[in-house]
């Protein structure tokens, strides 16, 4: 399903009783646009009052409650006073406390907006810290920072600078946190949260670390503001990464597809048995695309044929053309990693995972690796070392003694960083589905971490802290978990 994107841009630079800003209007023009570009319905103000930012918050909080994120960026004047931040329109009062505060509008109303709407994903992003003039008039108000706020759930507060620094204005025509913004934001299919630490990175730069950028998150899922799965994938059609070749084709391979898309085992069977190599030989390149994604598809749920053929792929395929075999092993490799729409899988399919990756042995065959290791490259996120590519990663184990004599995992080191989420299920819980400790043999324990980071075994290096032998029980704590690559690093302290 398509996301509903829905942005309101603001950029105030002619303030009626305060000196004037050059960039924030080009900012919000520029962030707009690239905004359009990215796929959102945006509502854009230039100048803006109080009364036109209120009434522009009104009718964005109604379009974001049928909206899947929403986005609110805003660049010109920002104070805090007494911890509260606000957002200055060009018409805000200076001649006392009580005026500035109610002329401006409060932080906390504009998240409020988002929260009454209940969009899933929210953004809200300040290029606005500059060197304030409304400080020189009031005392309690900052001059060189906003206060920190509490991001409520599924939401990202993005600051254009650290407590304490001054946001530049710029001089060419945006201010250096939205020209660091502009640079990243569009970049396909990374991550919100390294997104930022790249726009941080950028700006570090363009300001010879005058400028640091910092983030309030409470995001739960994953994020990117540019996803181009499919731009990745060169060679075959759009309805063969979508795996719906439509309509469904009437030759030996279609009607094979088709069988093997039932589910059923005893289909599944005979419509690849019936397959001769001769009529795979004769179908296009995006017909065996599909059949190889289907035949992995069928031997994840336990169809024998497709096991067998997944097994003994180099005898099943030795009379095609070395296209149409890659072709095959192409559409296996990707059916892994990308679903029926050809979007990244949240969780691999891993059922024949490492008799698939097995195939990697076999120099004929290397360039499906190449095409699965491209496929993944703008996903390298999500991964410790992207399956296929013949990086090892070495792992070392920490362990304790329990009881029993079996070896109790405290946690798990990929150099100096720890790769474990350590959540001890409380001992109080009882009963049939409650969480328990798992018990694994070394060879098991070495299955179950090539699963748990997505590499085939071959990939894999794992040594323990004693010397253990055939018999030896490794216990995995209840709640204990493998991060994801982008949340392992916690240094060693040990």
């Not at 569009?186 to 700006?203: D, H, I, Q, Y």
């Not at 289909?267 to 690849?272: H, I, M, S, T, V």
């Not at 400790?437 to 699963?451: A, I, R």
Request: charged share 20%; proline share 4%; net charge negative.
């Amino acid at each position: 399903m398509e996301l509903k994107l829905t942005a309101l841009v603001i950029g105030n630079s002619t303030y009626e009783n305060v000196d004037p800003l050059k960039n924030p209007t080009n900012d919000a023009e520029d962030i707009s646009a690239k905004l359009t570009d990215l796929g959102f319905a945006v509502t854009t103000l230039a100048n803006a009052t109080k009364e036109q930012m209120v009434i522009a918050l009104e009718q964005f909080g109604e379009a974001l409650k049928d909206s899947s994120v929403g986005l609110v960026f805003f660049a010109g004047h920002a104070f805090q006073i007494d911890g509260k931040n606000y957002l200055a329109p060009v018409d805000t009062r200076t001649t006392i406390e009580s005026s500035v505060k109610f002329s401006a509008i409060d932080l906390d109303y504009v998240l409020d907006v988002m929260k009454v709407a209940a969009s899933p994903t929210n953004f809200v992003i300040l290029d606005a810290c500059r060197n304030n003039p409304f400080a020189g008039r009031l005392r309690s108000i900052a001059s060189n920072e906003l206060a920190s706020v509490y991001a409520p759930k599924g939401t990202l507060v993005a600051y254009s600078t650290s407590p304490g620094q001054t946001s530049l204005d710029g001089i060419d025509r945006n201010g250096p946190y939205t020209e660091a913004l502009l640079q990243h934001i569009g970049t396909p299919n990374v991550l919100v949260e390294t997104m930022f630490k790249r726009v941080r990175s950028t700006l570090e730069g363009l300001t010879n670390g005058r400028q640091t950028s910092w983030e309030h998150t409470s995001l739960i899922g994953d994020f990117r503001f540019r996803s181009s799965v499919r731009a990745a994938v060169s060679g075959y059609g759009a309805t063969a990464i979508a795996d719906g070749l439509a309509p469904r084709s009437g030759t030996p391979v279609g009607i094979a597809i088709e069988g093997l898309k039932t589910l059923n085992w005893y289909k599944q069977n005979d419509a690849l048995d019936a397959l001769s190599q001769e009529q795979i030989q004769s179908s296009s390149a995006d017909e065996a695309f599909i059949l190889g994604r289907n035949i992995y598809q069928a031997a994840c749920g336990g169809a024998n044929s497709a096991r067998l053929f997944l097994e003994d792929f180099a005898n099943k395929t030795a009379q095609l053309s070395e296209p149409q075999r890659k072709a095959i092993l192409d559409g296996m490799l990707y059916e892994v990693f990308f679903d029926s729409d050809g979007q990244h899988r949240e969780r691999a399919k891993l059922d024949s995972f490492d008799e698939l990756f097995k195939l990697q042995a076999n120099a004929a065959l290397g360039k499906s690796f190449g095409f699965i290791q491209t496929c993944l490259a703008p996903f390298a996120d999500y991964y410790f070392e992207i399956p296929g590519s013949g990086n090892e990663v070495s792992l070392s184990i920490s362990t304790t003694a329990d009881e029993s004599g079996a070896r109790v995992i405290t946690d798990i080191w990929r150099d100096s960083v720890s790769i474990l989420d350590k959540n001890p299920v409380n001992d109080s819980r009882s009963g049939w589905f409650a969480p328990r400790d798992q018990k694994y043999k070394y060879g098991e324990l070495v299955e179950y971490l090539s699963k748990e980071l997505v590499l085939p075994l071959q990939q894999l290096k794992v040594e323990v802290d004693f010397a253990f032998t055939s018999g030896t029980y490794f216990v995995w704590p209840a709640g204990f978990e493998v991060r994801k690559p982008i949340t392992a690093a916690r240094p060693r302290t040990d």
